[in-house]
């Protein structure tokens, strides 16, 4: 079992940068893929970026440029860096664990682990 936890999220002004962390515990996830989500209000959760088990990384054409994932392994946690946040940025931002396949990559079907989420709130 992986618990997982957000934290760095806030409210900041749009052009701001914020490193958003998902600290987990109860298993290593260096063996699993890590992902990013979110949900803004009134809209559908939506892929974010990710990282596979095998060292690829994984984002879309609206997240890709601005957004870096990253793993620190010593500590058991995955990062979020956003740059240049805009207010469409506004989201709940939850981490997720996986061990599925690799077409699974971008999208939810095989999580595992859910983290409870963190709210970032971009100001104009």
């Known amino acids: 079992q992986v618990q997982l936890v957000e934290s760095g999220g806030g409210l900041v002004q749009a052009g701001d940068s914020l490193r958003l962390s998902c600290a987990a515990s109860?298993?290593?996830?260096?063996?699993?893929?890590m992902k990013w989500f979110r949900q803004a209000p009134g809209k559908e959760r939506e892929f974010v970026a990710s990282?596979?088990?095998?060292?690829?990384?994984y984002y879309t054409d609206s997240t890709i440029g601005r957004f870096d994932i990253s793993r620190d392994n010593a500590k058991n946690t995955v990062y979020l860096q956003i740059n240049s946040l805009k207010p469409e940025d506004t989201a709940v931002y939850y981490c997720?664990?996986?061990?599925?396949?690799?077409?699974?990559?971008?999208?939810?079907?095989?999580?595992?682990?859910w983290g409870q989420g963190t709210q970032v709130t971009v100001s104009s």
């Open positions: 109860g298993e290593y996830i260096a063996g699993y893929n």
């Open positions: 990282h596979s088990s095998s060292g690829g990384y």
């Open positions: 997720a664990a996986d061990a599925g396949p690799i077409w699974t990559i971008r999208d939810s079907g095989a999580v595992l682990y």
